[in-house]
């Protein structure tokens, strides 16, 4: 599978928008880049996904690089809700490996008041 | 729609003893997932069901181990002579299809402790 890197943890004061990174330089081209994000004591929840084009919905927005080596999820305003740790994953086209998702550390989001 | 449903949500196990978890996917859902997550630690894969059959148990250790989706009720994850070690949080994922733009819907756990 390919590998992601995302820094550990990041802050950021609420109200102000964050932009968490991810690497993934091995990136194949039918690869998928997913965001789940798991808030403390609670199963991981889907945030966003794309595979070429920029992507927006109602939780974050997703800006992928042009060469797709690397990728943004934007919290357009963080909230005190939004701290949890947040994963960048790559889902492969391949029938049984890119069936499941592969969680690396992802990024400790904390978000001060 | 109700989301995916596990049960219990806190076990307490002595060791030796079996530990039987349940996960109900999401309506209209066929594939189903779970994962494990030790204290301090990440999720890690453990089986891939889809109705009826094992598509993928990679991250599953080789014994003590089992999983099973069938036809009616709910996907059971079960885990007999439970050992200290097994004590973890325990989350069933499922979707509706197959493929790399899947979205997965997570359960919120079950908290093994095993005593």
């Known amino acids: 599978d390919a590998k992601t890197t995302q820094p550990n943890s990041m802050e950021s004061n609420e109200e102000e928008p964050v932009h968490l990174p991810c690497n993934h330089s091995?990136?194949?081209?039918?690869?998928?880049i997913h965001w789940y994000r798991q808030l403390p004591s609670q199963g991981p929840e889907y945030v966003i996904h794309?595979?070429?084009s920029n992507v927006n919905n109602r939780m974050a927005s997703l800006a992928i690089a042009e060469d797709r080596k690397s990728s943004t999820l934007i919290l357009h305003r963080a909230t005190l809700r939004d701290a949890a740790v947040y994963y960048c994953i790559l889902r492969s086209a391949k029938e049984t490996s890119g069936s499941r998702l592969t969680f690396g550390e992802g990024t400790q989001l904390t978000v001060n008041p | 729609n109700a989301g995916v449903m596990q049960n219990p949500r806190h076990l307490v196990r002595r060791r030796g003893q079996e530990a039987r978890l349940r996960c109900s996917p999401m309506k209209g859902h066929s594939h189903v997932y779970w994962y494990r997550q030790l204290p301090e630690e990440g999720l890690k894969f453990m089986v891939y069901l889809q109705k009826e059959n094992i598509i993928d148990e990679s991250g599953m250790p080789k014994e003590r181990f089992s999983a099973e989706f069938p036809k009616e009720g709910p996907s059971i994850l079960r885990i007999q002579q439970v050992v200290r070690g097994d004590s973890a949080a325990y989350f069933c994922?499922?979707?509706?299809?197959?493929?790399?733009?899947?979205?997965?819907?997570f359960g919120s756990g079950t908290q093994l402790s095993v005593l």
């Open positions: 994922a499922s979707s509706p299809h197959q493929g790399p733009a899947e979205k997965l819907f």
């Open positions: 091995t990136i194949s081209g039918t690869d998928y």
């Open positions: 794309g595979l070429t």
